[in-house]
């Protein structure tokens, strides 16, 4: 399975930062699987912020409190992320990532995005 | 929250030495621990699933073990090719799943 991450590389501190994740080679639609946001800022380790299954149920890192959103499309085999409210913390590289049983075992090439006026 | 330490942080070996990275965790998490390759740039790589599987492709220089809060990564004769930062990765608690801080690895 392939997974490739677009999405505005600018976003404006106070507005929202909105993400797609492609799926390509393998079902989305799977059971097998959730569909995961994870962020690294520069220099930094990584943040799970969130998944999705197939039929829309998700969660998210209590961190981010009420700003995520997590919603998957499998007739356009894709999923995405919306995080509002952005400030410069928000700043990194977000990937999208396959959850299977735990295990992030798929990765997109992640992109890279600048929260700045 | 499930807190994940790893140390130590950095690390600096030669070809050939064996390296080992410990991960802790703040509570037991049975064996729900996964270990992480990310060379600059890309994506963290897959390398032990469940404290101690090596995943499929990975060189069996690779081992992990441990149980509950204590695990251990090694490698058994570092190469160039694994110079990289490591990450464990806990799921039993999934609200949030949670990483390690990192694990700089360096050749000397």
């Known amino acids: 399975v392939q997974l490739q991450e677009s999405g505005p590389g600018l976003v404006k501190p106070s507005e929202t930062l909105s993400l797609t994740c492609a799926v390509s080679g393998g079902s989305i639609r799977s059971d097998s699987y959730y569909w995961t946001w994870i962020r690294q800022p520069a220099g930094k380790g990584l943040e799970w912020i969130g998944r999705?299954?197939?039929?829309?149920?998700?969660s998210h890192n209590p961190s981010l409190k009420s700003r995520v959103t997590i919603s998957i499309d499998t007739s356009k085999t894709h999923f995405s992320l919306n995080l509002t409210s952005v400030t410069a913390a928000d700043t990194a590289v977000y990937y999208c990532?396959?959850?299977?049983?735990?295990?992030?075992?798929?990765w997109g090439q992640g992109a890279l995005v600048t929260v700045s006026s | 929250d499930i807190q994940m330490t790893q140390s130590p942080s950095s690390l600096s070996a030669s070809v050939g030495d064996r390296v080992t990275i410990t991960c802790q965790a703040s509570q037991d998490i049975s064996n729900y621990l996964n270990w992480y390759q990310q060379k600059p740039g890309k994506p963290p790589n897959l390398v032990i699933s469940?404290?101690?599987n090596l995943e499929t492709g990975v060189p069996s220089r690779f081992s992990g073990s441990g149980s509950g809060t204590d695990f251990t990564f090694t490698i058994s004769s570092l190469q160039p090719e694994d110079i990289a930062t490591y990450y464990c990765q806990q799921y039993a608690d999934l609200r949030p799943i949670t990483f390690g801080q990192g694990t700089r690895l360096e050749l000397k």
């Open positions: 990532a396959r959850d299977f049983l735990g295990k992030f075992d798929s």
């Open positions: 469940d404290a101690s």
């Open positions: 999705v299954y197939a039929s829309g149920s998700t």
